[in-house]
């Protein structure tokens, strides 16, 4: 099993559509959570952390469940530039970050 | 700020030829990071330092890889020889976290190297 899961995709959603991505892990020692976003043919770049309060970051709000191991991350209002593919990234209080394959994300006119 | 630099951005070459990859941190981080990116396998941790000294190199995939870091501002990445299953981006990050700190500080990326060895 995969340290870090998350559903492929393609999510092909409208503009203005509202998505949800969701990213389980198999550690329960991991601590710390992101959200990292990767154009086509970029590099990835980080969105957000995710903090187990939740946090929120203008259209974007992001959820960590630790009992049950899955982190979220919700996109309201959906514009074209949202179209990327989103890594789910968690790590055990080192440098080093455990990345899923990610879910990509395609918001049509 | 430049931002990571990574060079070549492209390499092709022949199975069997020594490939060297580049990289530049940004001024003033000191844990740098190697990934290798494939479809199947996603991004995957190669080697990271932490003050120019290899922390861990668990993720390297065999004797043919090699990382060096001779200096706070310069890294290589050489794999010698080359196999056609090596084909992949090879990202470059850097990060200003202090090694065993309690925050995890921001990893960021440099727009990669890709490399198809026929």
């Known amino acids: 099993r995969k340290e870090v899961e998350q559903d492929p995709g393609p999510f092909n959603v409208p503009e203005g559509a509202t998505v949800a991505f969701n990213c389980t892990y198999s550690n329960s020692a991991s601590q710390s959570f992101f959200w990292y976003r990767q154009d086509c043919r970029k590099e990835p770049k980080l969105l957000m952390s995710v903090y187990s309060s939740g946090n929120e970051d203008g259209r974007f709000t992001a959820q960590l469940n630790r009992a049950s191991q899955y982190i979220s991350l919700l996109i309201r209002d959906s514009k074209l530039s949202d179209s990327a593919t989103y890594l789910c990234v968690v790590t055990y209080n080192t440098d080093k970050l455990i990345f899923g394959t990610g879910t990509r994300l395609q918001v049509f006119p | 700020d430049a931002g990571v630099i990574q060079s070549p951005r492209h390499e092709v070459t022949e199975m069997g030829q020594e490939v060297t990859l580049r990289c530049k941190p940004i001024s003033g981080h000191n844990s740098l990071f190697w990934y290798r990116q494939t479809m199947m396998r996603g991004l995957e941790l190669l080697i990271y330092?932490?003050?120019?000294?290899?922390?861990?190199d668990s993720g390297m995939p065999e004797d043919r890889f090699s990382a060096k870091m001779p200096n706070a501002s310069f890294s290589t990445l050489k794999i010698q020889p080359s196999e056609p299953r090596d084909s992949a981006v090879y990202f470059c990050?850097?990060?200003?976290?202090?090694?065993?700190?309690?925050?995890?500080?921001?990893?960021?990326f440099g727009p990669g190297t890709r490399l198809l060895v026929l």
């Open positions: 990050a850097s990060s200003s976290r202090a090694f065993g700190g309690v925050s995890q500080e921001t990893q960021y």
């Open positions: 330092f932490n003050n120019n000294v290899p922390i861990d």
